[in-house]
Nanobody
Framework: QVQLVESGGGLVQAGGSLRLSCAAS????????MGWFRQAPGKERDFVAA????????GDADSVKGRFTISRDNSKNTVYLQKNSLKPEDTAVYYC?????????????????WGQGTQVTVSS
């Protein structure tokens, strides 16, 4: 098992930046591919970005391409989501997730472990 705890959410103005962190404990962090998902009120949980377990491969949703960057530091058991040029439509609860596999997935059902989420609110 791996436990995930997100942090770094908050209120920010449109055009601003935030960096989310997801700290992992438990099993070996480097064994897990990691993903970030988000869920706005009344909507489904959507893929945002993901990274392979060695950090060599990343992917992100079209809606955040060029604005968000995922990275990881296996020595710190942490995955990050740097969010720039934020828009009001980025407002959501952001979740990190882990899957015990080499490569990442864009599908939430492929992830076995989830954090509790962190709220991000972007004001216009």
């Amino acid at each position: 098992q791996v436990q995930l705890v997100e942090s770094g959410g908050g209120l920010v103005q449109a055009g601003g930046s935030l960096r989310l962190s997801c700290a992992a404990s438990g099993r070996t962090f480097s064994a897990y591919a990691m993903g970030w998902f988000r869920q706005a009120p009344g909507k489904e949980r959507d893929f945002v970005a993901a990274i392979s377990r060695n950090g060599a491969l990343t992917g992100d949703a079209d809606s955040v391409k060029g604005r968000f960057t995922i990275s990881r530091d296996n020595s710190k058991n942490t995955v990050y989501l740097q969010k720039n040029s934020l828009k009001p439509e980025d407002t959501a609860v952001y979740y990190c997730a882990a899957r015990n596999y080499i490569s990442y997935s864009t599908a939430s059902y492929n992830y076995d472990h989830w954090g509790q989420g962190t709220q991000v609110t972007v004001s216009s």
